[in-house]
């Protein structure tokens, strides 16, 4: 199951973590099931399935930027970027046989995440806790 979007946009380093740990789950689970011994995630699973994985791969890819658009504060710029990553991967994995391959080690999702905690680090320094990288 989907996390569920907050109702408004974080306002205190507290209601940002939570959101963060919301979107670090879904980026987790779409490029490196955290069960795994191999990297391997939801989105490049389900990218095996011509069309309809893909179409879903960029829906559960969008749902990660649409939490990320909660932090009223951030930069379009830097949305836009996690947009275009999005649709990098889903250009990629349309491509038969190597584009399914190529998916695998694409990680658009963790990209999208390194972009936000690198945002979250700036913008709340040491009150919010970013995770080690995987």
């Known amino acids: 199951m989907l996390p569920v979007p907050p109702s408004r946009s974080p306002h205190t380093p507290q209601e940002a973590q939570i ?14 099931i955290p069960l795994l011994p191999v990297p391997i995630g939801l989105d490049a699973i389900i990218g095996f399935f011509p069309i309809i994985g893909d179409i879903a791969g960029l829906f559960l890819g969008m749902y990660q930027v649409y939490l990320t658009s909660f932090y009223a504060e951030l930069p379009l710029t830097l949305i836009a970027q996690m947009l275009l990553h999005v649709f ?15 998916d695998v080690f694409y990680k658009s999702n963790l990209y999208n995440l390194r972009i936000l905690e690198t945002w979250l680090t700036n913008r709340y320094g040491s ?5 080690e990288s995987l």
Do not use: T
């Not at 990098?88 to 190529?102: A, H, Q």
């Open 88 to 102: 990098i991967d889903v250009i990629i994995g349309i491509v038969p046989y190597i584009g399914d391959i190529l």
């Open 127 to 131: 009150s919010i806790r970013i995770y």
């Open 19 to 32: 959101l963060y740990e919301k979107i670090r789950m879904v980026a987790l689970w779409l490029d490196s």
